[in-house]
């Protein structure tokens, strides 16, 4: 099992969301390592639910990876603002994977409280500039999230 931290702006799908919904396809991501990394996920993997372009941007809670190598539909579709013409049902260029809620944490981990407790090359979610929406998260980085979270 991995860990990883997976960000979405709360306005456009919340852990709330996620909540109601129980499972949810990760759609919509087009950055080339972003997609990598959703590649390389496999059912049973963990990841942080990371609020964006909030305030504050946080850690929210716990999603699992429940279906892996799914093929992002909204490549496909001409009123998404996600459309790839590059892209066929023959030769899809954007995977991704289904998630499903775990949890929501009682504690709201804030962007400067991750800054507090972890360096750059530790987290790179702190680091100043990082728009990456998918990363790895270590064992021993994602133990001591969740340590925070329960306090």
Not at 98 to 117: A, M, P, R, W
């Amino acid at each position: 099992m991995k860990y990883w931290l997976m960000k979405s702006e709360p306005d456009v799908y919340s852990i709330d969301d996620l909540e109601r919904d129980r499972n949810e396809i990760w759609d919509g991501v087009r950055n080339y390592q972003a997609r990598n990394f959703l590649k390389s996920m496999t059912i049973g993997d963990i990841a942080f639910f990371y609020h964006s372009n909030t305030k504050p941007p946080g850690i929210a809670g716990l999603m699992k990876i429940s279906e892996e190598m799914v093929v992002d539909p909204t490549q496909f579709d001409q009123a998404s603002k996600y459309y790839d013409a590059k892209s066929t049902p023959g030769a899809p260029r954007w995977h991704t994977v289904t998630v499903s809620y775990v949890e929501t944490f009682g504690h709201y981990i804030s962007l400067d409280e991750l800054k507090q407790n972890f360096e750059p090359d530790e987290l790179q979610v702190v680091k100043r500039g990082n728009r990456l929406s998918v990363m790895p998260i270590a064992d021993d980085i994602a133990k001591r999230i969740l340590t925070l979270a329960k306090p």
